[in-house]
């Protein structure tokens, strides 16, 4: 890739797992149990060290433009 344009040809091939959800969200459904549970399993570990999650949806701001 020698383009920001093929850059994002490339990264456009892959699901767009917003569009293509199997899985009807509700307020009800949409909690963090399950992943606490998971959590305590595994002892806690994002516990053990410092960090800062930066997320986004599909490069939205870099597109914008």
């Known amino acids: 890739m020698r383009t920001?344009?093929?850059a994002l040809t490339y990264l456009d091939q892959y699901a767009n797992y917003e569009l293509n959800?199997?899985?009807q969200y509700s307020p009800e459904?949409?909690?963090l149990s399950r992943i606490e549970?998971?959590?305590d399993r595994l002892g806690n570990p994002h516990q053990?060290?410092?960090s800062v999650?930066?997320?986004g949806t599909r490069a939205k701001a870099l597109r914008a433009g």
Do not use: D, I, M
Request: no cysteine.
């Open 4 to 6: 920001y344009r093929q």
């Open 21 to 23: 959800r199997t899985v």
């Open 29 to 31: 459904a949409f909690n």
């Open 37 to 39: 549970q998971l959590l």
């Open 48 to 50: 053990e060290f410092k």
């Open 53 to 55: 999650h930066v997320a």
